[in-house]
């Protein structure tokens, strides 16, 4: 006796159409839950993931503002101090 089980058997010894015929109604019904549960979780993560782009993009915006030489405030005013700091003489330089 082989230790395969013959075609179109399960492993128990049952007919395959005979368990597809018992658990395919049960799976039709249990279908649209899953389905409508994976939708909203779907959509939660979609909603969440949105919310994140908009935050880095406002981040990015910022951050490239305040790189930006001729916005007032960020690095502008550091490079002012430093073009401030190399025209003033430094003391006991003659």
Do not use: C, W
Not at 13 to 37: D, E, F, I, W
Not at 54 to 67: F, G, I, N, P
Request: glycine letters at 6%; charged letters at 25%; zero cysteines.
């Amino acid at each position: 006796m082989s230790a395969e089980p013959a075609f179109g058997t399960t492993t128990g010894g049952r007919p395959v159409h005979a368990r597809t015929r018992q658990y395919l109604p049960a799976m039709l019904r249990l279908n649209p839950k899953l389905l409508h549960a994976d939708l909203q979780a779907a959509d939660a993560r979609s909603a969440k993931t949105f919310e994140d782009i908009e935050r880095v993009k406002t981040d990015v915006s910022t951050a490239l503002d305040r790189l930006d030489i001729t916005t007032e405030g960020g690095i502008k005013e550091i490079l002012d101090a430093v073009n401030r700091l190399a025209v003033q003489p430094r003391p006991g330089a003659s």
